[in-house]
T-cell receptor, first 115, second 111 residues
């Protein structure tokens, strides 16, 4: 597609439920990133994928968070047993490759609200 | 610990003036530094990248400086317009990790 696509744009869930957030990166981009942004805060790195390499999961805040990238394209971020502190905007980005000088292209994010 | 600091207070300026935003960092030795713009309800959009051996980079009304001794980058918007109102984020490469972002500074340009 023309840009990074994320769905849903908004998700309201109850505490304790599982949620899945989807990211469709720009075609041909080998690197895919997940960040989250709490109200008025900066972007917090969660995880990135580069080609067929093992993902860098160093930013995942707990084992309730997981992500996968199927076929080197679409990615799903799963949050199990959601907590109120998980409420945030979850942003996905992609880049042509994962290098130090590569610019990121972001989607518009998924606003997650945990009640 | 590693830190990226941007002024959390909003910057309010008059149309036509130059806006200057600051990004300070500690315990990083980045080879590159990037600036992004974020509008409400949208993801950040890339603006400029500057390398450690570049002192200054320009793109239209935008100018970025990078002082690796002071560990600081300045982002300037000349002849600012109300349409420049947004949050501006700096981002650093930290070794082999993904880009690390500052919390951003909100710029408000008054007509």
């Amino acid at each position: 597609g023309a840009g990074v696509s994320q769905s849903p744009s908004n998700k309201v869930t109850e505490k304790g439920k599982d949620v899945e957030l989807r990211c469709d990166p720009i075609s041909g981009h080998t690197a895919l990133y997940w960040y989250r942004q709490s109200l008025g805060q900066g972007l917090e790195f969660l995880i990135y994928f580069q080609g067929n390499s093992a993902p860098d999961k160093s930013g995942l805040p707990s084992d309730r968070f997981s992500a996968e990238r199927t076929g080197g394209s679409v990615s799903t971020l799963t949050i199990q047993r959601t907590q109120q502190e998980d409420s945030a905007v979850y942003l996905c980005a992609s880049s042509l490759v994962r290098t130090a000088n590569e610019k990121l292209f972001f989607g518009s994010g998924t606003q997650l609200s945990v009640l | 610990s590693q830190k990226i600091e941007q002024n959390s207070e909003a910057l309010n300026i008059q149309e036509g003036k130059t806006a200057t935003l600051t990004c300070n960092y500690t315990n990083y030795s980045p080879a590159y530094l990037q600036w992004y713009r974020q509008d409400p309800g949208r993801g950040p959009v890339f603006l400029l990248l500057i390398r450690e051996n570049e002192k200054e980079k320009r793109k239209e009304r935008l100018k970025v400086t990078f002082d690796t001794t002071l560990k600081q980058s300045l982002f300037h918007i000349t002849a600012s317009q109300p349409a420049d109102s947004a949050t501006y984020l700096c981002a650093l490469e930290a070794g082999r990790r993904a880009l690390t972002f500052g919390s951003g500074t909100r710029l408000q340009v008054q007509p």
